[in-house]
């Protein structure tokens, strides 16, 4: 073949023209693009060479090669991959034969508008030398092929391209960017070096430049004519973990979070299937400071075929698990894809629902160990993490028995570290509900009036102060068959655990105090919802509760912090102890001013012990002076 020009596939045309009329507002993303093909050239050769090692000819070391050339304003990326005879040549830079592409063009037949963000989608890979090059010619010899079938192939990525044949000894490619008016920035060392630390750092491959030394007379940096390695070259997650040390796995940790302490766990896998990926995801032991940032990114990493694509990729995590840290190299995506087309991308979705599972299962390993050792460190990481991942009960439900087994609490037997299953093997006989109260404080929670029968009768009551244990209680209902039930709200029916005699008594209680409850009634007027006799309290003369279906005070509480206005807040129910001492001093004390005194101050007072605010702290004060000096 002497020299041919040909015209280019229309479709090419359009991608040339959406290309070079600056969709892409991301320039230095074209050195990317020739860097993973270089890349790519070079794993075919190995690929190739695996049946017929002649094809190495005398140079078995692949690399990459990126110069500049500040004259001649040009961009070399030379590779000794495979490289391409005229014919591929001809085919594969003047046609487009990938089926995604096609689909994209298909595509932009419709809303011109959407059409930035769709390139996006479908790689354009070797177009985008164009966005800053007016002329690129590529010089290419397949390996295995004489040093005559070599081939030069030009275009100003307009209508046509040229192919000539010509000689080049080495097998390979160079292309060369001949830049536009206006690109000069990337005649830069600093520059190229830095676009190739930023994407392709973890290409396996050694990408050299050319190494400059200052010139105190030119007053300038010359080039020593020395090459050196710009790129770490070694993507960690694409070796067999046999080959992978922990202190290479904890190095790397470090590198990409810049976390000072080591993780608390991390998880390497290979996954094939659907969609085929690489996962390597720490668990830190640390909280970051920004932890409690829902708009946070994830600290995902996302890599294409070891090409880096994004930073934080929300998208491979769900957004309880926005802590772990690492990365995942997908061997489908397209390098151009989007953030927004990763939401959509169904590959994406069953990353991340495998990326999920590993990380629960991580943190299983760890939960369900015997050792002590790992206990400690699942208690420290619910410290420090626990309030996040209760936000997944209502995120994540295809997970959401295996979150609420991963859960811990503190409970009136131990301060932390119950889980449901330890809850579940220690109730007591008769016992079918999981009993809670939520507070503000631990404190606050264990001097709760209502936990008193409970703690009569031994019964475990889960302390939730987490801000987030509202929120999680609205969307967990129970725990293997045993419902979550409100100490603090309801009345209190502890069904089969109270005792036919203890029911009676109650009930003859009820009955005496009948009288009281409707004073009570009259005095507290609109204060209260009703009034009430309770047996669940013992030593307090008085609670207040909500109705089983109102929201409890805890909550309003929180919502009203949080700048909520209510619609109209659930009034209280008082219950008294008809068996308290100041409730019976109450029966027994005159109508008027003295009993609507003790009312009001045993309605304050177990409004007081619940953590709520009273309406009229000087109508407290004023009534409990009146009656101290009565
Ligand atoms: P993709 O890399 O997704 O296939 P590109 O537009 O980046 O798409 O490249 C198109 C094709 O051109 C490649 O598939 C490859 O066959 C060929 N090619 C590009 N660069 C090189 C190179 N440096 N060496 C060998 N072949 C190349
Ligand atoms: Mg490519």
Known sequence: MNKQTLSFQAEVKQILHLVTHSLYSNKEIFLRELVSNASDACDKLRFEALDNAALYEDQPNLEIRVWYDEAARTITIRDNGVGMSAEEAVQHLGTIARSGTREFMAALEGDKKKDANLIGQFGVGFYSGYIVAD??????????LAPEAGVRWTSEGTGEFEVETITRPERGTDVVLH????EEEFLSQWKLESVIGKYSDHISLPILMKAQQWDEEKKAQVETGEWRTVNKAAALWTRAKSEITDQQYQDFYKQISYDAEPPLAYTHNRVEGRTEYTQ????PAKAPFDLWNRDKRGGVKLYVKRVFIMDDAEALMPVYLRFVKGVVDSADLPLNVSRELLQESRDVKAIREGCTKRVLAMLED?????????????A?????????????????????????????????????GVSFA?????MKEGQDDIYYITADTLAAAKASPQLEIFGKKGIEVLLLTDRVDE???SHLYEFEGHALASVAKGAVDLGKLQDEEEKKQAEAAAEAARPLVERLKKALGERVKDVRVTTRLVDSPACVVVDEGDMSAHLARMLKAAGQTLPTAAKPIL?????HALVKRLDSAEGGERFEDLAHVLLDQALLAEGSQLEDPAAYVRRVNALLTA
């Open 135 to 144: 002329r690129i010619p590529v010089d290419s010899r397949r390996a295995g």
């Open 179 to 182: 830049l536009r008016a206006g």
């Open 280 to 283: 390597l995801l720490y668990v």
């Open 366 to 378: 760890v939960a369900d160990s015997d050792d002590a050792g790992q206990k400690a460190k699942y």
């Open 380 to 416: 420290e990481f619910w410290r420090q993490f626990g309030a996040v991942m209760k936000e997944g009960i209502g995120e994540d439900h295809a997970n959401r028995e295996r979150l609420a087994k991963l859960y811990r609490f503190a409970s009136t037997q131990a301060d932390e």
């Open 422 to 426: 330890d809850y579940v093997k220690r």
């Open 471 to 473: 929120w999680m209680l």
């Open 575 to 579: 219950e008294i102890n008809a068996e």
